[in-house]
């Protein structure tokens, strides 16, 4: 194991603000008496992590809906706790899973229902109703240009699992009268937090580079030990973690076949098939924003 390993509980400050993403904002504001809603996506796996920490300075007043996507992927019970959270709040909460077509439905009816006073209006005074115009905005990877693509039944955004996907703003048209601007992912410009920084990358939200792998790898090892045990027992096998790093690594190792020649395991590769179990939708059922740890 490298020394990486031995820090894993050190705290972490993270410093990864492409320049895009301070033009995103700059644009967002410029263009702010255009929106007409707001469409703000947050991953259910982590719904405070991934919710961008000064959204509220950007959007002011707009009517919004949060959308949790992935919601297939995550623990229900956990989750259900942060929807009635952020309903508290005032927010009109969604749960979507991308591949539920029904579930899209949904999102265009709510749309429909935070325009109907100003829609009313409009037929009141003879006009025709107006082209909703929709500002999508989220941290990387948690489904945006998924989500566009489906509003608008046709691939109009690129879509990719890894952050960084969408660098450009533009207006998209959908078959809903609604007019959807794609914005590219946005974070915040410093992490004070570690643990919203390893659940971020846990998730692919940020880029691999930016956390050693192998740090991501044991939060992603310890929050299953510690929430979901019997997934890291069906998964790697284990039925607790072990304090020692270097075993339980050479347990998965040998488990998944990553091992180099003298018979040693490579390490990074074990950190890397841990993330994109993740990643690739094998372990699922979880999350990892707790909702009794919150900070009110």
């Known amino acids: 194991m490298n020394e990486n390993q031995d820090k894993v509980f050190n705290k972490t400050s993270i410093n990864w603000y492409p320049g895009h993403m301070a033009k995103t904002k700059k644009i967002i504001q410029e263009k702010s008496d255009l929106i007409d809603v707001v469409y703000e996506l947050v991953d259910a796996r982590i719904p405070y992590s991934s919710k961008i920490q000064d959204i509220d300075n950007i959007l002011k007043n707009k009517p919004r809906i949060l959308i949790m996507t992935k919601s297939d992927l995550c623990d229900q019970v956990q989750t259900s706790k942060w929807v009635k959270y952020y309903e508290d709040l005032g927010y009109k909460v969604l749960c979507v899973d991308l591949n539920n077509n029904s579930d899209y439905k949904k999102i265009v009816e709510a749309t429909n229902n935070l325009m ?27 489904g945006k240009s998924t989500l566009i693509n489906k509003l608008a039944a046709k691939k109009v955004a690129s879509v990719g699992n890894k952050p960084g ?3 450009n703003m533009s207006w998209l048209k959908t078959k809903s009268n609604i007019l959807l601007l794609d914005t590219p992912g946005i974070l915040w410009p410093k992490f004070e937090s570690e643990v919203v920084a390893l659940n971020l990358a846990s998730m692919s939200a940020i880029k691999v580079e930016v956390l050693p792998i192998d740090q991501v790898a044991c939060h992603i090892l310890i929050l299953l030990n510690k929430y979901y045990p019997g997934i890291l027992k069906s998964r790697y096998n284990l039925d607790s973690l072990n304090d020692d790093w270097v075993y339980t690594y050479d347990h998965i190792g040998r488990k998944i076949g990553a091992i180099i020649s003298g018979g040693e395991i490579d390490y990074d590769r074990v950190s890397n098939a841990i993330i994109n179990d993740v990643k690739n939708e094998y372990i699922k059922n979880i999350t990892f924003d707790r909702f009794e740890n919150r900070n009110d």
């Open 116 to 142: 109907e006073d100003k829609q009313a209006l409009r037929t009141k005074k003879g006009l025709r109703k107006k082209e909703i115009r929709v500002l999508v905005i989220g941290i990387p990877n948690v």
């Open 165 to 167: 996907i969408t660098t």
